[in-house]
């Protein structure tokens, strides 16, 4: 069956579809986020592993719901090219993504070309601090453990040195949740070349 386009921009177009998908998202990201923060006080003291399988999950709800967003509304997929060789040790090392920040919704292609490889719960961000604040969205990733920095290199290389030896050190083996992943989107103006 082929969907019709103009059927797909009306219905987009229209404000109760509009606000409807942000009270979704709204309303179940701050449900995350809450369940999020009851993980850190309660699941994290105990047990770190357990709290960042279950943050692989928590994190997987939220971000999908920005992909699938990405996907229907701009009516378009990613497609990732890769060896299947490359494409499971991908899935089951540590790795770090450096990709040049051009536009505004890089983030998000990065999410999306991540759940396209089955990467999505373990992704990790490094970004300037203010992220950190955004509701539902910077909260997610404060809770998933991602690097916040003041961009300011001399106290930015001890908080990288010490956040990802403090997450390599704890991540659970041999189990699928040991992926983690950075996206660094640098930023020319960081760059002292």
């Not at 309303?27 to 943050?55: D, E, H, M």
């Not at 956040?163 to 020319?188: H, M, R, S, T």
Request: glycine share 4%; with cysteine.
């Amino acid at each position: 069956m082929k969907f019709d386009r103009k059927l797909l921009n009306t219905i987009q177009s229209l404000l109760p579809v509009q606000i409807f998908l942000c009270y979704c998202f709204v309303i179940s990201g701050l449900i995350v986020n809450f369940a999020q923060l009851l993980t850190c006080i309660f699941i994290w003291p105990l047990s770190k592993q357990l709290y960042r399988r279950i943050n692989y999950y928590l994190g997987t709800l939220l971000w999908s719901q920005l992909t699938f967003l990405y996907s229907w509304w701009a009516y378009s997929n990613i497609t990732v090219y890769v060896d299947p060789q490359d494409l499971k040790h991908l899935q089951h090392e540590y790795a770090i993504i450096l990709v040049n920040h051009r536009y505004e919704i890089d983030w998000l292609l990065g999410l999306v070309a991540a759940q396209e490889i089955g990467l999505l719960g373990g992704l990790k961000i490094v970004g300037k601090r203010s992220l950190s604040l955004i509701p539902i969205l910077g909260w997610s990733w404060f809770f998933s453990e991602s690097i916040f920095l003041r961009r300011i290199w001399e106290s930015d290389k001890k908080v990288l040195e010490h956040d990802i030896q403090q997450l390599l050190n704890g991540y659970p083996d041999n189990y699928y949740f040991n992926v983690c992943y950075f996206i660094l989107f640098v930023e020319i103006t960081l760059c002292d070349c």
